[in-house]
Nanobody
Framework: LQLQASGGGLVQPGNSLRLSCAASGFSFNVYAIAWFRQAPGKEREGVSCIGSSGGSQYYKDSVKGRFTISRDNAKNTVYLQMNSLKPEDTAVYYC??????????????????WGQGTLVTVSS
């Protein structure tokens, strides 16, 4: 059971990045997939989540209109397109898989599987 996050890097404010989360070893298409982030000295927070079929997407208020989550179940991969990046988006980004059963997507405790994290740094 593995999630592999990739796509992080150093970008200037206003630029874009696309994160990928590749899954293997479990029934990917029955799990909701979320992206969390953790900045130095701060708690881990939910950024976005997509339902198992891709029909539902959820976003943290501060990223609405800038970030887009999507999934390709044929490739067992979830993407997070991040546009108009800001310095406050700087963090380690983690993807996570869980079966929420109506529970909040924002709580990290509701996810059973986690990727290793990819660092996003937004700086001029």
């Amino acid at each position: 059971l593995q999630l592999q996050a990739s796509g992080g890097g150093l970008v200037q404010p206003g630029n874009s990045l696309r994160l990928s989360c590749a899954a293997s070893g479990f029934s990917f298409n029955v799990y909701a997939i979320a992206w969390f982030r953790q900045a130095p000295g701060k708690e881990r927070e939910g950024v976005s989540c997509i339902g198992s079929s891709g029909g539902s997407q959820y976003y943290k208020d501060s990223v609405k209109g800038r970030f887009t989550i999507s999934r390709d179940n044929a490739k067992n991969t979830v993407y997070l397109q991040m546009n108009s990046l800001k310095p406050e988006d700087t963090a380690v980004y983690y993807c996570a898989a869980g079966r929420l059963y109506g529970r909040s997507w924002r709580s990290w405790m509701n996810y059973a599987y986690w990727g290793q994290g990819t660092l996003v740094t937004v700086s001029s």
